[in-house]
């Protein structure tokens, strides 16, 4: 496939330079067009844009039966007299991150966001070096959490964040004010965006256009008008259930579902959370995740997770609101929200000319479940991958060059979901386990690496004496842990492997 | 007097062979006289003489406290591993931790094994019986304050005889195995090579594998170590990677 590509490539070189010269009439391509059933297409090659009349191909769904001009062009191809059209379907941090970085390229981009004042539950924790890496306003952000405190079965609690230098912390922002000015500096940048639901898209043809259709809002109604919109290329940004995902069939995966109430507590209360996060462990807590309480501007958000046991959220969540009774006394309930978080990527993150990032290829990591940083980070990525094969909007692109950015993903940021793997898979397995966990985080060689590791999202190797002592710490602490189980103890075992959900869960 | 008293005996056993509600032969012996039983020298009780202690010899096996306490009809006193209005409370629980003075026995020492009970039970209620963090009472006990070697004694070392044990059943039984099948006595076996991996097999699989459901144990832990591997990969089937492919 390779090969028949690079063929092809060359030979629209060729033709290009003869076209150029001399006005040559459209031919086939020499590997032999196939023919889309229905409908004929001939491969255009670079500079002939003699139109070729034809019928649409949509079939009995489409809007007009009248002769429809198609540009099919193939990968590789320079775009004449135009840029190279993409639209972003979703306006979250990865859809604006992408269409900021097209945008930027010189590709013509539309970004499709359904809400533009959405309110996405989240935990809303974002690392330091998110704000350099994207230029983010201090002012979007409004707390600056210094202290993490990790809080066993048993109560006993270590603060994390006693390495932490002053200029160190993790933001907490609202989404609603952070996905807003990521969405308006697109628009700065020369993304158009739209506001409307997408419902379905339609490619005309191998590399062929996109024929989106959505339900605009830009009139106010509620409904919404129907809509259409022509691109080349598609990026799914819309978020763990993906509309385009489903379209390609990029398979399902396993997800957690994430359950969080907004409390707003008395002001004495709150000077405690001010810049404080707590996360709870224990099976009362969740099978297989944590509970937290992170302080939002004038509230704190109470929430649970689970993947194994869904149906038994709410119970989660009571235990947790049980666990932090005291310390969130008189609050009383502002909102309850709930939202789907993946636990690992799709099978499939791109097909053709459409490609998946963020939460819609499921880029959120394990143990900790942190996806903002990685959405738009996934969104620039591809984005700046689209934009380098496509020369800055001028030459077609498809699945090659968004298979660039998957590998260059992969490749750069495979350690640290796996080691967040491995610590979910040893550390959240049972209620000993979780005990150990809080005891070896009390440890400051071990909150020096996390942190730097989420701070900065790189693996740093630290000093392996040091790690060699960790690893026989950790030993020593699951195995005594392992040791005060009661033998008569009604906690679970959980394991992380292809089983499923509700075979995972084992009683001692 | 000790005739009054087995004419009352006969007189029982005789009432006790005929049938109830029968009236006739009913022989009644009473003792006319106030039948005072003479203190002798009574023989010991079972519970003196199957070697009971008591005492400072019984130090470490006498009943719990609380048990001791209600034989003696007195009330318990003193709270134990017990949650007070959502607190944990407990006589022995200090400032957060177990106050090791507490646990000291007549040497002077203290007795690691009753400080690991404890913390058992403690961990065991508050896993039933969750209740909130609290602020003003956070837990400071740390397990590695029991020093290693009680962790060994009372955890590893009767696990380590069993396995000991069945490490040298099996490796008797083998070694005659092979003896009778090539005549290479114990000494000449462990001299070759073979012998010597066998060796090694038998005394690490005894150590790995312990039941039959620890097969499965390993093979669901090599899933669970790829699986991760696994699902990140998916969207590369039968495509090579461009960073491959170079």
């Known amino acids: 496939m390779a090969a028949s590509f690079a063929n092809t490539q060359v030979s629209g070189k060729t033709a290009t330079r003869q076209a150029v010269a001399s006005r040559v009439a459209p031919f086939r391509a020499v590997t032999g067009a196939r023919r889309v059933a229905g409908a004929q297409t001939s491969w255009l090659f670079a500079g002939q844009t003699v139109p070729q009349r034809l019928f649409a191909v949509s079939g009995a769904r489409s809007v007009s039966r009248a002769v429809q001009t198609v540009f099919a062009v193939r990968d590789g191809a320079s775009l004449e007299g135009r840029k190279l059209r993409v639209a972003v379907i979703g306006g979250g941090p990865s859809g604006a991150c992408a269409a900021e970085s097209l945008a930027k390229g010189g590709v013509e981009t539309y970004l499709i966001e359904r809400k533009l004042d959405n309110c996405k539950p989240c935990g809303g924790a974002i690392p330091i070096c998110m704000v350099e890496e994207f230029d983010l306003p201090l002012e979007i952000i409004d707390r600056k959490v210094t202290k993490m405190k990790m809080i066993s079965p048993s109560n006993r609690e270590v603060d994390v964040g006693k390495t932490l230098s002053e200029t160190e912390w993790i933001g907490m922002c609202r989404r609603e004010v952070f996905d807003d000015f990521l969405r308006k500096r697109a628009q700065k940048l020369g993304a158009n965006v739209l506001n409307g639901l997408f419902m379905r898209s339609e490619q005309q043809g191998e590399n062929g256009p996109f024929t989106i259709y959505y339900n605009s809002y830009e009139d106010g109604s509620k409904m919404g008008t129907p809509a259409t919109i022509e691109v080349d290329m598609i990026i799914g940004a819309d978020g763990a259930n993906s509309r385009i995902a489903k379209e390609i069939d990029a398979g399902e995966y396993d997800y957690a579902i994430a359950f969080q109430e907004r409390i707003r507590i008395p002001d004495d209360k709150m000077k405690y959370y001010e810049n404080l996060a707590e996360m709870y462990v224990g099976d009362d807590v969740s099978p297989d995740f944590y509970g937290w309480v992170f302080p939002k501007y004038d509230h704190v958000a109470v929430g649970t997770g689970t993947v194994v046991n869904k149906t038994a959220i709410k119970q989660y969540q009571q235990a947790t609101r049980d666990r932090a009774k005291v310390k969130t006394e008189g609050g009383k309930i502002i909102r309850v929200e709930a939202h789907p978080i993946p636990e690992h990527p799709r099978p499939r993150r791109c097909k053709g000319r459409v490609a998946l990032v963020g939460d819609a290829a499921g880029y959120v990591t394990k143990c900790s479940g942190e996806g903002i940083y990685f959405a738009a980070k996934s969104g620039r990525m591809c984005a700046e991958a689209i934009v380098e094969a496509s020369s800055n909007g001028t030459k077609m692109v498809g699945e090659e060059a968004i298979r660039n950015y998957l590998d260059k993903w992969d490749r750069k940021y495979w350690a640290t979901y796996k080691v967040l793997d491995i610590l979910q898979k040893v550390f959240y397995r049972s209620n000993p386990a979780r005990e150990a966990f809080v005891e070896l985080c009390e440890d400051s060689y071990v909150q020096k690496m996390t942190f730097d590791s989420y701070l900065y999202k790189t693996v740093v190797p630290g000093n392996p004496l040091d790690d060699v002592k960790l690893l026989v710490r950790t030993v020593g602490s699951l195995i005594r842990s392992n040791a005060l189980r009661s033998a008569d103890s009604k906690s679970v075992n959980v394991s992380f492997g292809s089983k499923a959900n509700d075979q995972r869960v084992a009683t001692v | ?246």
């Open chain 2, 1 to 246: 007097m000790q005739s009054a008293l087995l004419n009352r005996a006969r007189g029982a056993a005789f009432k006790a062979t005929r049938p109830t509600g029968c009236s006739r032969s009913v022989v009644v012996v009473r003792a006319t006289a106030e039948a005072v039983v003479e203190k002798k020298e009574r023989r010991l009780g079972p519970l003196e003489r199957g070697g009971t202690l008591s005492g400072a010899e019984a130090a470490g096996k006498d009943a719990g406290e609380k048990a001791r306490a209600k034989a003696a009809g007195a009330a318990p006193s003193g709270t134990f591993l017990q949650i007070v209005d959502g607190r944990f409370r407990d006589d022995r629980w200090i400032g957060g931790r177990w106050d090791l003075n507490q646990f000291k026995d007549s040497n002077g020492e203290v007795n690691w094994d009753k400080v690991i009970d404890v913390e058992v039970a403690r961990r065991k209620l508050l896993e039933e019986n969750p209740i909130p963090s609290i602020n003003e009472e956070p837990v400071n006990f740390d397990t590695s304050e029991i020093p290693w070697w009680a962790w060994v004694k009372r955890f590893h070392l009767p696990e380590a005889e069993k396995l000991n044990g069945r490490a040298a059943m099996m490796g008797y039984v083998l070694a005659l195995f092979v003896d009778a099948l090539t005549g290479a006595g114990l000494l000449e076996q462990q001299e070759s090579f073979l012998g010597k991996l066998a060796l090694h097999v038998c005394v690490f699989g005894i150590l790995l594998v312990r039941t039959s459901s620890d097969l499965d144990k390993y093979k669901g832990l090599i899933d669970e170590a790829t699986f991760y591997d696994r699902q990140w990969n998916a969207t590369w089937d039968g495509v090579k990677r461009p960073s491959e492919a170079e």
